[in-house]
């Protein structure tokens, strides 16, 4: 059983930046898994905002299009997801997983709010 554990959430200002993290706990990027990042916003759906393939190809939803970037460390079992000019509309809870999910694997996200 994988654990990924999710960090670099908090407050900041329409326009901002962050940084998101997502640790795996066992060697799993050097497979042929792709990984993605999701958000659930309040009253919504959970949805795919990026993922990113075994070999570093990657797709956004068109939503972040041109401000998100996903990324991949496999020597240190990372994922991350560098979020640039942030919109209120971005305020959500940021969860990686597999590309598809894989619904044992869901963690506790973390909380990304947007707001002057």
């Known amino acids: 059983q994988v654990q990924l554990v999710e960090s670099g959430g908090g407050l900041v200002q329409p326009g901002g930046s962050l940084r998101l993290s997502c640790a795996a706990s066992?060697?799993?990027?050097?497979?042929?898994?792709?990984m993605g990042w999701y958000r659930q916003a309040p009253g919504k759906q959970r949805e795919l905002v990026a993922r990113?393939?075994?070999?570093?190809?990657?797709a956004y939803a068109d939503s972040v299009k041109g401000r998100f970037t996903i990324s991949r460390d496999n020597a240190k079992n990372t994922v991350y997801l560098q979020m640039n000019s942030l919109k209120p509309e971005d305020t959500a809870v940021y969860y990686c997983?597999?590309?598809?999910?894989?619904?044992?694997?869901w963690g506790q996200g973390t909380l990304v709010t947007v707001s002057s």
């Open positions: 066992r060697t799993i990027f050097s497979s042929i898994d792709t």
């Open positions: 990113i393939y075994s070999r570093g190809s990657t």
């Open positions: 997983n597999f590309y598809p999910y894989n619904s044992n694997a």
